[in-house]
Nanobody
Framework: QLQASGGGLVQAGGSLRLSCAAS????????TGWFRRAPGKEREFVSA????????DYADSVKGRLTVSRDNAKNIVYLQMSDLKPEDTAVYYC???????????????????WGQGTQVTVSS
């Protein structure tokens, strides 16, 4: 199971840190991805990190503003979000791809387990 948290309301230019906690059979050897769905839009890839943490990937729209990291001892993946913009407003989901531990796929289909989502709202 995955549990996402840390969302909230923030002004443009502000920061938030999202967390994704894993438990159970999803707790080891998987890639963690972050996706988001804005109102009226399709779900899109935001970022991902491999199990080792050595490989990360970011959508162009968030590159330089978001940083993904993981603490495997705690089974938590973080998404540090800085310089937030109104267009970042969305429900953010974390997901686990258990097929690979060191290969990132941006397509959401291969991700097997999903958290419940956490709302991020950025006011202008």
């Amino acid at each position: 199971q995955l549990q996402a948290s840390g969302g909230g309301l923030v002004q443009a230019g502000g920061s938030l840190r999202l967390s994704c906690a894993a438990s159970g059979r999803t707790a080891s050897n998987f890639v963690t991805g972050w996706f988001r769905r804005a109102p009226g839009k399709e779900r899109e890839f935001v970022s991902a990190i491999t199990w080792s943490g050595n490989i990360t990937d970011y959508a162009d729209s968030v590159k330089g503003r978001l940083t993904v990291s993981r603490d495997n001892a705690k089974n938590i993946v973080y998404l540090q979000m800085s310089d937030l913009k109104p267009e970042d407003t969305a429900v953010y989901y974390c997901a686990a791809d258990v097929s690979f531990s060191e290969y990132i796929v941006r397509n959401s289909i291969p991700y097997d387990y999903w958290g419940q989502g956490t709302q991020v709202t950025v006011s202008s």
